[in-house]
Nanobody, 118 residues
């Protein structure tokens, strides 16, 4: 059974930091491109960052330089380090896994809430 379980969300003041984690199970982690998405109230889900099995990364322009995505293939985990957080970063953050060759193998976690507020 495929599972993606996010953790690490919470309430943080503007300028603060959070580290999200996503624990994956039920599939061959190293065969999947891992991503973080966010969805703010009333808005569509949007890509935050992506990392390939080999560690190649891509970021949304608004997160570039503030967020860092990493993965540990031995532990089946992907992380999102979020620094210099802004109120506009408030959203539910989702972990996503897509197979490198078979895009229909596309899995989502349940999401973790990040609230940036003073």
């Amino acid at each position: 059974q495929v599972q993606l379980v996010e953790s690490g969300g919470g309430l943080v003041q503007p300028g603060g930091s959070l580290r999200l984690s996503c624990a994956a199970s039920g599939f061959i982690f190293s065969s999947y491109v891992m991503s973080w998405y966010c969805q703010a109230p009333g808005k569509e889900r949007e890509l935050v960052a992506t990392i390939t099995s080999g560690g190649r990364t891509k970021y949304a322009e608004s997160m570039q330089g503030r967020f860092t995505i990493t993965r540990n293939n031995a532990k089946n985990k992907v992380y999102l380090q979020m620094n210099s957080l802004k109120t506009g970063d408030t959203a539910v953050y989702y972990c996503n896994a897509v197979h490198l060759l078979v895009e229909s193998r596309n899995y989502w976690g349940q999401g973790t809430q990040v609230t940036v507020s003073s």
